[in-house]
């Protein structure tokens, strides 16, 4: 069979589906679009920032706490805005630190059984019923990634902003573990199971570094710049070359 009808054959198939697509399937998936839509859209009402991400559990006198807000009023000082998944924890705090600063604090929030409620120190809020398309729209909103201490949640965040930049799907942007003592046992299986495995490169490698020190960041963010309002650095972006791009100076 020649490639043209293989191709018609799967096109016939694909048709076939839609048009027995139950009503519950079309509802769900406009639900879908309109997260993603109104995501866009409010991801374009502020320029490109600093997303922090973190365990929603931890107090606000914890100490990976009293550094995200040191990190969000350090980024406010500078002309950054925070996003955050807009809860508790790690989030509660960056937010904290953005705010008190006069800084745009924003939070793309979504409700959960326990635990996730929008924290009190937003500028900017929008609530997401889909976790994947909050992911989406904290990663597009973001010019350096912050991961400091957390969960399954954080965890899951982790791996999908890892795997797209491992693939090339999207923009290579600086990406931090913050707490050494925390994320080094990680590091390691990195380093010393996977790689040797050849799970993953020596080049994946460079995707990520490891700090304890917030101005660190800020310099990174500093080094970018500010993107304008409405403009994004995945638009006209190509994943063709993919991490044969990838940096060496990334995080210089």
């Given at each position: ?6 191709d ?16 519950a399937d ?9 997260d ?7 991801v374009?009402?502020?320029p ?28 406010a ?71 400091f ?5 954080t ?21 931090y ?5 925390y ?9 010393n ?43 006209g972006?190509s ?10 100076n990334?995080?210089?």
């Open positions: 069979m020649s490639e043209e009808k293989v018609q054959k799967f096109l016939d198939q694909e048709a076939a589906a839609l048009r027995e697509l139950e009503d079309i509802k769900r998936a406009k639900a879908y679009a309109n993603l839509i109104r995501g866009l859209k409010t374009r009402t502020y490109q920032g600093v997303t922090i991400f973190g365990s929603a559990r931890l107090p606000q006198d914890n100490r990976y706490c009293k550094k995200a807000r040191e990190l969000g009023q350090l980024l000082q500078n002309g950054h805005p925070v996003i955050t998944g807009g809860g508790p924890g790690i989030m509660e705090a960056a937010n904290h630190g953005a705010f008190e600063y006069g800084g745009r604090s924003i939070g793309l929030n979504i409700t959960l059984r326990h635990e996730q409620f929008p924290n009190p120190y937003l500028t900017d809020m929008l609530q997401f019923q889909y976790f994947f398309a909050r992911k989406v729209m904290l990663a597009m909103s973001a010019k350096v990634y912050v991961f201490p957390g969960g399954f949640g965890m899951d965040e982790v791996s999908e902003i890892l795997v797209l930049m491992q693939e090339g799907k999207m923009p290579q942007m600086p990406f573990f913050f707490g050494k003592s994320w080094r046992p990680l590091i390691k299986v990195f380093e199971k996977m790689h040797p495995m050849g799970m993953i490169s020596r080049q994946d490698m460079k995707i990520y570094k490891l700090t304890d020190d917030v101005k660190e960041i800020v310099h990174a963010a500093n080094k970018i710049g500010h993107p304008k309002i409405k403009s994004n650095f995945y638009d972006f994943a063709q070359a993919g991490m044969a791009e990838l940096k060496d990334l995080f210089d």
